[in-house]
């Protein structure tokens, strides 16, 4: 979809938009609006439920006097409570209200909002970015879908003074959404398509943006002793990748280290040998979305020339039953020299992330790494669908990361590491088993992650199972894949690993 900005005096087309703040108060623009049809809008507000709360919508269709094929009252709230997060959900609540309105085009008239604390320019800039991130969809796939039942509006103009700041402010936003959509679309894209080769391919796109890359295939893996992430892909048919994605935006040499993120990709969770129930496996499609998370995550960063020196790693693998699959019991070595006995082969990701994580510090010498992955359904018994699980070695990075999430909206939970947790990985025949039986299942899968962060590293895991596929529509994120992560690491980085 495409956002302009234009100044007020421009011309308007197709659905208008306008603010009503708490107790249905109207903006300027629409206290115009209702003056030229004649006192429309305030008749329209008296018989209805219609407050002025954030979020809320009132329609008048084809109002006489204006041009407008419809008026859209658009509830804000309180204004001093208006932030970004706030602007973007109202983005959101356009796009929810239009998309499928038959309006192709729409115009928001943003007026200074008394009380607001935010500029006019930021808040421009926040609601089209919502907006933006609302109007995704992934619609490849559809061939016979008839016009009228895909989404209508296509182009929304936001109309405002201080046109120059709001694209300036939208500008670094634009590229978020970028990465949000290229994740999003790695997320969507079905097995038989996205696989380890495959998904590798499509990090080429890359390179255009100025990341280096360089791609593993099982030969060199074997090479380096990736037995653990080689021992999943090894029953297969489809060949094993690990892609690293290096973006240096730092200018001083002083700031050489770089921050790493590192995502679980598996591009098909069976469960291999372990196999698992049929009900619902066709969810294990987006078993890649920390590697999705982590592409577009570096997406995000190249193409908004971060300056920061930043690496990803992505562990691509397909975990499937056959007759070259690793079996339960199994012991492989990774490449740290540690070795895990492989009780359930549905515990996949531990055994990818342990040899990524290992080869990511061996190569690149992070000062802090965090990982994403889909790792545990025991996560989404904890937590729900409404924050991810975080695991963190370091007290700093955990303030940084929550602080961030509340910021993206985007929200962690700290959850603890112990000891007492990582005696329940303990094997009689290996160095650890890749299961610590049905109690704190989350908890023991980072333990195993644990094992494989350096001395000195700050290291956080994110497990996002519960917040990585949405069931419905809600705010700036519409069902499917949500890219969550995206937002919230690039929030991260700006915050706190940029170079000023
Ligand atoms: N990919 C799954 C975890 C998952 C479950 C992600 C549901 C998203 C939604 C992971 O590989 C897995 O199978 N975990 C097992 C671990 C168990 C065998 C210890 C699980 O959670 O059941
Ligand atoms: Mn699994
Ligand atoms: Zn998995």
């Keep these: 979809m495409r956002l302009t900005f234009a100044t007020p005096d421009q011309k308007r087309t197709g659905a208008y938009i306008v603010f009503a703040t708490n107790g249905g108060k109207l903006s300027s623009s629409a206290d115009q609006l209702d003056k030229a049809t004649g006192g429309a809008l305030k008749r329209a507000l008296k018989n209805r439920k219609f407050t002025g709360k954030k979020g809320q919508t009132l329609a008048v269709l084809g109002p006489a006097g204006v041009k407008a094929s419809r008026i859209l009252l658009l509830g804000v709230g309180k204004a001093d409570k208006i932030d970004d997060l706030a602007a973007q959900a109202l983005g959101g609540a356009i796009f929810r209200s239009l998309g499928n309105s038959g309006d192709k085009t729409a115009s928001v008239m943003v007026d200074a909002i008394k009380g607001m604390k935010m500029t006019g320019a930021e808040f421009a800039a926040n609601l089209a970015y919502g907006c933006q991130l609302r109007s995704y969809r992934f619609d490849r796939y559809r061939t016979k879908e008839k016009p009228e039942d895909k989404p209508s509006l296509n182009a929304v103009a936001v109309m405002l003074r201080d046109v120059a700041g709001a694209r300036r402010k939208f500008a670094p936003l634009r590229k978020i959404a970028d990465g949000v959509f290229f994740t999003r679309d790695l997320v969507s894209e079905p097995a038989n398509i996205l696989f380890p080769i495959s998904f590798a391919s499509r990090l080429r796109a890359l390179a255009k943006l100025g990341v280096k890359l360089k791609v593993l295939d099982e030969k060199q893996m074997k090479k380096l002793g990736m037995g653990a992430l080689l021992g999943v892909g090894q029953g297969s048919a489809n060949p094993s990748r690990v892609v690293a994605m290096e973006w240096n935006g730092a200018p001083k040499a002083k700031d050489k280290r770089p921050i790493a993120f590192v995502g679980k990709g598996v591009t098909f969770d069976t469960g291999g040998i372990s196999i698992k129930p049929a009900g619902g496996m066709e969810d294990m499609k987006w078993d890649m979305a920390g590697a999705g998370v982590v592409s577009g995550l570096m997406h995000a960063l190249a193409s908004r020339k971060a300056k920061v020196n930043a690496v990803g790693v992505v562990g691509l693998v397909e975990n499937m039953p056959s007759s070259n699959a690793q079996?339960?019991?199994?012991?492989?070595?990774?490449?740290?020299?540690?070795?895990?006995?492989?009780?359930?082969?549905?515990?996949?990701?531990?055994?990818?992330?342990?040899?990524?994580?290992?080869?990511?510090?061996?190569?690149?010498?992070?000062?802090?790494?965090?990982?994403?992955?889909?790792?545990?359904?025991?996560?989404?018994?904890?937590?729900?669908?409404?924050?991810?699980?975080?695991?963190?070695?370091?007290?700093?990075?955990?303030?940084?990361?929550?602080?961030?999430?509340?910021?993206?909206?985007?929200?962690?939970?700290?959850?603890?590491?112990?000891?007492?947790?990582?005696?329940?990985?303990?094997?009689?025949?290996?160095?650890?088993?890749?299961?610590?039986?049905?109690?704190?299942?989350?908890?023991?899968?980072?333990?195993?992650?644990?094992?494989?962060?350096?001395?000195?590293?700050?290291?956080?895991?994110?497990?996002?199972?519960?917040?990585?596929?949405?069931?419905?529509?809600?705010?700036?994120?519409?069902?499917?894949?949500?890219?969550?992560?995206?937002?919230?690491l690039d929030r991260l980085v700006a915050d706190h690993y940029e170079s000023k």
């Design 327 to 488: 079996r339960p019991g199994d012991v492989v070595k990774t490449m740290s020299g540690q070795t895990i006995e492989v009780i359930n082969t549905d515990a996949e990701g531990r055994l990818v992330l342990a040899d990524a994580l290992w080869w990511c510090q061996k190569t690149f010498k992070p000062h802090t790494i965090i990982d994403l992955a889909t790792l545990t359904g025991a996560i989404i018994v904890s937590l729900g669908h409404h924050h991810a699980g975080m695991f963190v070695n370091n007290d700093k990075l955990s303030d940084q990361l929550l602080a961030a999430g509340k910021g993206t909206g985007e929200a962690l939970w700290r959850m603890p590491l112990g000891d007492a947790y990582d005696k329940q990985v303990r094997s009689q025949i290996a160095d650890m088993k890749n299961v610590g039986g049905r109690d704190a299942g989350s908890i023991t899968a980072a333990q195993i992650l644990q094992r494989f962060i350096q001395k000195d590293v700050a290291w956080a895991h994110l497990d996002i199972a519960g917040v990585a596929w949405s069931n419905s529509d809600a705010g700036t994120v519409p069902r499917g894949g949500t890219g969550f992560g995206v937002r919230l």
